[in-house]
Structure formats: structure tokens, C-alpha cells
């Protein structure tokens, strides 16, 4: 199993660009999360899916999309980057209770 | 409502040295609760995690952690420190449900 796999690893965006960030899970697992990180803000939660074709907000969700088409993969996407969207993003999955599995992260840099 | 305080944002050990890190819960029952490390540009990694039954649990890489319920707490231990195990430290939580909550995180600064 390859786990969570996300991609790009690094990306440098244009304000106003858009871009899309990849998360592909081969567990099986019916949660997926996308969060954020930004330095000594822990993570936080910007979109959430229980299952394929169900998607739900986090706590940021502003300036985001996603979707779940498939149990394997849970895109996000940004439209019209900003500075704001500087960060490091982390895709995550879980299987019931159990605990997240978390990708090796995203390096997003809006210039 | 659900959250996790992580009351030390760094901490500094000698090399050798034991470690305790922090972590305090609010929820109404009892959570999951796990600790995961996270190493410099690299995705966490579940260090241990507690569900039920031994409040005591042992984790990867000679980490272990005690679930008090009367003080709303999970604190993560080591006996003794190695220079590896700086990184930074988050401890989590949830219900069951879809939530996941986080920490702000503890940077762990090892002394050689």
C-alpha cells in the first residue's frame, strides 16, 4: 500500500492563479480530510468527506473546493490564489474509528 | 464543545534527559485520543493511541502516554531523550465522528 500520496510536494502560484492539489488513498478508507498548516497554528480543518459523493466544510474553507468522486481520491481545489493561501497543506484518511493516515504534504506559496 | 490544549508551545530537553509533553482534552465522554510526531517538511506519524481499556499505551519509538480521565489529560513521556526525537508533537482527538481535532503543536528542541 502506498498510503496517502499527495501531489505536487512543492508549488509557487501567481495571485489570482488557480491551481489544483492531488490526494489519492489506496486503504479504503471512508474519511478523507484536507487541513492546513501554518507556523504554531497546529492544523486546521478545511474541507471534509465521509464517503464518496459527500463532502462537507471545515473551519477554513474560504477560497477552497473539493470533491469525492471516487473513495480514492479527494481533490482540493483553489481558485483565484492569495497570499493568504500560503501554506502547508496536508491531505489525511481514516477508516472508522481509527487513527488518520496523513500524506507527506503540500509546500503552497502565493506570490 | 471538543478541543485540545497543547499548554507548551517549545520545549528544550538535554540529550538523556526524560520527557514529558503535555496535552489536555474537553469533551463530554471518552475520546480517542492519539500523539503523532512530525520531523522537519515531512507528514505526521502516529506515535500511539488510546481507545479504551489500559490507560497506560506504548507508541513507536520508546514513547508512551497515560490517559487520566479526572483531569481531561493524555501526556506523552520518554524516558530518555535522543537527539532523533526532536520534531514537533501533536496531540489529537476525536469522537467517532468525523472530527478530528488537533493542537497547536509542541516543538521538541533536543540538547546534545
Known amino acids: 500500500n502506498a498510503g496517502v500520496t499527495q501531489t505536487p510536494k512543492f508549488r509557487i502560484l501567481k495571485i489570482g492563479q488557480s491551481m489544483t492539489l492531488q490526494c489519492t488513498q489506496d486503504?479504503?478508507?471512508?474519511?478523507m480530510y484536507w487541513y492546513r498548516q501554518d507556523p504554531g497554528m497546529g492544523l486546521k480543518l478545511i474541507y471534509y468527506?465521509?464517503?464518496?459523493?459527500?463532502?462537507d466544510k471545515g473551519e477554513v474553507p474560504n477560497g477552497y473546493n473539493v470533491s469525492r468522486s471516487t473513495t480514492e481520491d479527494f481533490p482540493l481545489r483553489l481558485e483565484l490564489a492569495a497570499p493568504s493561501q500560503t501554506s502547508v497543506y496536508f491531505c489525511a484518511s481514516r477508516l472508522g474509528a481509527e487513527e488518520a493516515f496523513f500524506g507527506q504534504g503540500t509546500r503552497l506559496t502565493v506570490v | 464543545a471538543q478541543s485540545v490544549t497543547q499548554p507548551d508551545i517549545h520545549i528544550t530537553v538535554s540529550e538523556g534527559a526524560s520527557l514529558e509533553l503535555r496535552c489536555n482534552y474537553s469533551y463530554g465522554a471518552t475520546p480517542y485520543l492519539f500523539w503523532y510526531v512530525q520531523s522537519p517538511g515531512q507528514g505526521l506519524q502516529l506515535l500511539l493511541k488510546?481507545?479504551?481499556?489500559?490507560?497506560l499505551v506504548q507508541g513507536i519509538k520508546g514513547f508512551e502516554a497515560e490517559f487520566k480521565r479526572s483531569q481531561s489529560s493524555f501526556n506523552l513521556r520518554k524516558p530518555s531523550v535522543h537527539w532523533s526525537d526532536a520534531a514537533e508533537y501533536f496531540c489529537?482527538?476525536?469522537?467517532?465522528?468525523?472530527?478530528?481535532?488537533f493542537g497547536t503543536g509542541t516543538r521538541l528542541k533536543v540538547l546534545a
Open positions: 489529537a482527538l476525536h469522537s467517532g465522528t468525523y472530527k478530528y481535532i
Open positions: 468527506s465521509v464517503g464518496a459523493g459527500i463532502t
Open positions: 488510546y481507545f479504551s481499556g489500559d490507560t
Open positions: 486503504m479504503n478508507h471512508n474519511y
